[in-house]
Structures are given as C-alpha cells and as structure tokens.
C-alpha cells in the first residue's frame, strides 16, 4: 500500500504528527510513507526510516512571489504518478486539501467540524471527527491512523521511542557542550512577540541554575537577543544558526531543553529529551505533559478557537516556578 501524507508545516505540528509513522510502520511493515511538506521545514523528516521519501513544495515563496504558482501547481501534480492508494491531509487547510487533491484520487482528512478551515473537508472522501481543541498530539496521531484502521493509545505514545534523526550535523556543537555542567538549551523565539518569555527572566534562570546554557536562534533579532542575553551571565553561549538536522543533534545531546511554545522546543518531546515548555496566549493542550516533559503556563485564560495575539501573560511568570521544574529534571541527569 503507498500512503502519502500531506503535512506542510509548521515544524511543532510536524513534530507532533510524525510520533504516528512507528506505530503505522509495526502495524503495517510493507506500507510505503511519503511525505508532502514546505521545503524548509523538510530536514526534521530527514533520516526517519518510517518515510519512504520526502517530497518538497514551496507554496509559502507564493506569497511573494505569485509568478511562480504554475511550476508548483506541475511540481505537486507530479506527485500523482507515484499512484497513491490514500492520501491524508494531516493539517486541513484549503492549500494542504488541494495539495492532497492534486496528488492522489483517495482523500482523507478531518471533517468540517474538526478544522479550522471548514472548506477544506469538502476534497476529503474520508472524513475523521475530532474536537478541534482536543490534544494536538491526539489529533495528529488519529488522522494519520484512523484512514488505516489503526488505532494509536495514549500508552503507546507515552511508550514512543524517539523519532527525530540527524546526521553529519554541524561539528562545531560540539564546541559548545560541556562535560563538567549539564547542557541546558534555551529556546528564546517564536513567531509571536506574545508567546516570548522575556529574555531577563531567561538569565535570571540560567544564574539559578549554574549550569552550561546554550541559546539558539533562527533570526537576526533574535541573535541580537541572544548576544545580550550572553553579555549578562558567563553562563550562557549563543550557538552558530543552526540548520535542522543540527538542532536535532544539538537537542538529542542536551540534558534539559526550557523553551517557548514552538518547534525547536517540541522537538525535544520528539527526542525523549526533558523539556520545559512556556505557555502564554496558546493551549497546553499542544503538547505531552509526561514525567520528563512539563509545562509552565501563564494565568490567562485561552479560547483554543480564537488566539490572542495580544495576550502577553507570558511576561508575568514567575521564573522562580521554571527554575524549581528545572531543579527537578536536572536531578533526574547524571553528568
């Protein structure tokens, strides 16, 4: 049986759906996955021996550039003459629903009760309900195993082995790492200023916890943050920029990932890495919370249906409450 998955972005919700490709593969040895997705996000499947192959679009460039559409259009069909039995839309937007329309003659997805573009389930031949504020994890793990007539418990994806692999990543992490201090990545970015946790109260964590912390970035702004955040405690480096299949090398290495609610910090989930996530106008219900990974979450109330951008809650927790977590999950480390 050949199956393509058709998950775009973005890398948390990438993450979180890939946890379902073991347990489809030990379900059904001989099934053939290939994965759609936007070509930058492309590294974290890279390597995982439960796709078959990784193919690449790049619709996000159409944004900017609308000249291009006719050579997306011709690159995605031409996906179509792998011959596809079934073709799940795992993220249920109208450009990933068409996508899976012009690749394969067998759809499933969510219904329009179960997506936040409701359109999208009219390209679906098979429909899966699902509430939409329910686990993030659980929802990618059912649209994915559900069509095939799996089903994923709970047990089996706290059991989950890791499932995010790298290699010849950058050699210059290694520079970075100590032997005599557990390494503690910081995640300091998102795409919303609101979901940032300030990056005084980052330093304030790193002093309290005496440890080898290692903050990476992804933009200029957030080198600059960075760099500052460096200036005020020895205890912190500011890595190289990393590409994907590096930060997954970096990650897999680290004792302890602290990080906001974004892709960089749920690939240490991925990973079986103890983590922190820092929740503020966005749902726990995103993530896992298991006895290595755990949450922080500001007072605000969230409406999973209608974020708000505006909610900066995530400014006002205590850091004194991240750093006890810490303490908690370090001790579980042995250097």
Known sequence: MKVAIVKLSALGDIVHAMVALQFIKARYPEIRIDWIVEQRFADVLKHNPDIDNILTVNLKALKTNKSG???QLKEIHSYASNNYDLVIDAQGLIKSAATA??????IAGFDADSIREKAASWFYDIKVACAYDANTIDRNALILSSPLGIDITTEQILGKKPFLFFNNEDPRLYDYLSKDRNNIVLVIGSTWDSRNYPAAKFVKIAEALQQNCLVIWGSDKEKVTAEWMATQSDLIKVTPKLDLNSLKA??????????NDTGPTHMAWGLNRPSITIFGPTPVSRVYQTAIN??????????????????YSIKDIDEREIIEQAKFLLALCVI
């Open 69 to 71: 559409i006719f050579a």
């Open 101 to 106: 329309k012009l690749v394969g003659k067998r």
């Open 250 to 259: 970096l990650i897999a290495k680290a004792d302890l990932l602290i990080g």
């Open 294 to 311: 755990k949450v922080v979450k500001s007072a605000s109330i969230v409406n999973p249906y209608k974020l708000n951008k505006q909610d």
